[in-house]
């Protein structure tokens, strides 16, 4: 066989190159977020009772937007040292009803001409 270029052979290195540095930079991020997750899951394990905790889960599996609010506003709460004693079920209930109510009362809008 011909003997390969070495521009080409150089181009071929620096794009191996670029992408493992992509995949590790992508591998960190990855780790990062997982870290964050991880640190949102303490606190809410920390706010909530078992009852509410269990409530979340399957709020975030019915409605994933719902219960990622949700945890922000209980994690602002939590960070602002709002929350004196663990929230429970009927106070997450009750949480969620306000976040329904104001979501549907943003999404109305008229438009008359």
Do not use: C, V
Request: charge should be positive; proline fraction near 2%; glycine fraction near 2%.
């Amino acid at each position: 066989m011909a003997e390969e270029d070495p521009e080409l052979a150089e181009l071929r290195k620096k794009r191996a190159a670029q992408l493992q540095g992509d995949q590790i930079a992508q591998a960190q991020q990855e780790e990062q977020q997982r870290q964050i997750e991880q640190q949102r899951q303490l606190i809410l394990k920390g706010i909530l009772t078992n009852e509410a905790r269990e409530r979340l889960a399957n709020i975030k599996l019915a409605k994933p937007e719902y219960a990622t609010t949700l945890e922000n506003q209980l994690i602002q709460l939590a960070s602002t040292r709002r929350i004196s004693e663990k929230i429970t079920d009927a106070q997450l209930k009750n949480l969620l009803k306000q976040l329904i109510q104001t979501q549907r009362e943003s999404t109305i809008t008229f438009k008359r001409r």
